[in-house]
């Protein structure tokens, strides 16, 4: 048997001492019946870090132990973490979402019934049925806001009959997916997100744009430390100094740098772009499209560590108008690829919220990048370092 292969962890949230009868049906039935491993911290298979408290100890085990979450919310809202005032099962909940794994609520039925009733009057006495309204605020959150399904219970029962079809549906889900694992090569890349792949394997309408602008999101995803360094203006590594005598020079070497990354941006956007996304009609190739991505993301980078440079740089004194404006000289081709990819997944989104039929409509999404004109640039440069050296010499 294959030591990295494992049973599934499915925790079960919810407050203890109210639902503790329920809480142990659930563990036998995840056990005897499913021979999954339970996550729940009365039992002594909860692994802990002695280290932490027990809020952080229950999001540990969320984020590094759980597959799957069964959420259970009945009339407590149960112990409050002081430093966020939300409850743990809230707190387990949230990390749960951020983790991305499949998320079954049950809410006490008695509990549901009276959620419409605390959104016509929050300020009424329900306290009969709940220990804090706070249970609906969460209650509708998950519902409202979240859109997360919700099912109804009265008894451990009804949550293990529901659960034993839900599993069953992932299941079926999993072996559909693995058959199309099997038969369609899927590029490596470790940016891609599950979005990104599920569009290579089903390959919706236009789903060589959705992709495109998917992949790009994921890429430039993956390089969020650097852009927040160059957001916040981060200035780190070997400084070089700049003067009046050495200016020319220097810039020019810059602008040589700069040349590189602007060809190979020309190249992607004039041809490589296109080809990867195939002629109207025909199929595009997913590898292609994620290589252009890819590559797109690292003229994204080189931009940034470009200005990041000239931002290093000592410059004389005279000369700090000119660095300011060098620093920013690359900020359109950064601001250009970074938004691109949400601008074509907003594009593809409003042409298919149009009313059918859409048959007889063809879409056209033009992929553009300006380029900044360097020799306007260069001229205004030397224009105000020749202003500068006049001056200077008066």
């Known amino acids: 048997m294959n030591k990295h292969k494992k049973a599934p962890s499915v925790i079960v949230s919810s407050t203890f001492y109210d639902l503790r009868q329920i809480r142990a049906d659930l563990a036998n039935f995840i056990v005897d019946e499913l021979s999954y491993a339970p996550l729940l911290s009365e039992l002594n298979s909860f692994p802990i870090d002695p280290d932490s408290d027990t809020v952080n100890n229950c999001r540990k085990r969320v984020e590094n132990d759980a597959d799957i979450m069964v959420l259970i919310i009945g009339g407590r809202y149960g112990y409050i973490d002081t430093s966020t005032a939300k409850s743990i099962t809230n707190i387990e909940y949230l990390t749960a979402r951020a983790k991305g794994i499949p998320i079954y609520v049950f809410v006490q039925k008695n509990v549901l019934a009276l959620l419409p009733v605390w959104k016509d009057n929050k300020n009424a006495d329900f306290s009969a049925a709940v220990d804090d309204t706070r249970i609906f605020d969460f209650i509708d959150t998950i519902r409202s806001v979240d859109k997360i399904w919700m099912f109804e219970f009265e008894t451990a029962q009804n949550i293990i009959e529901t659960l034993r079809l839900q599993f069953a549906y992932i299941m079926t ?184 039929p859409r048959e007889t409509r063809v879409i056209e999404i033009k992929i553009t990048i300006s380029i900044p004109n360097a020799d306007k640039f260069i001229a205004t440069l030397n224009a105000t370092v020749n202003e500068i050296r006049n001056r200077l010499l008066r």
Do not use: C
Not at 193 to 201: H, Y
Not at 223 to 229: C, Q, S, T, Y
């Open 173 to 356: 889900e999993g072996l559909s997916w693995n058959l199309k694992f099997k038969h369609k090569k899927i590029p490596k890349d470790p940016n891609l997100s599950g979005e990104s792949i599920k569009l290579i394997l089903e390959k919706p309408s236009a789903w060589e744009y959705y992709l495109f602008a998917q992949s790009l999101i994921d890429q430039i995803n993956a390089l969020d430390d650097i852009r927040r360094e160059y957001e916040l203006g981060l200035v780190l590594g070997i400084r070089e100094q700049v003067s009046l005598d050495n200016f020319s020079a220097w810039l020019h070497l810059r602008l040589e740098e700069l040349t590189l990354v602007v060809q190979a941006l020309n190249k992607l956007v004039s041809t490589a772009i296109e080809q990867s996304l195939g002629p109207p009609g025909q199929p595009g190739d997913a590898d292609a499209i994620i290589f252009v991505t890819r590559k797109l993301a690292t003229i994204y980078r080189e931009a940034i560590e470009w200005s990041q440079r000239i931002q290093r740089a000592s410059f004389d004194e005279e000369l700090a108008t000119v660095q300011s404006e060098m620093a920013v000289f690359s900020s359109s081709i950064i601001d250009q690829i970074s938004t691109l990819g949400p601008n074509i997944k907003k594009q593809l989104e409003e042409f298919f919220a149009l009313p059918e």
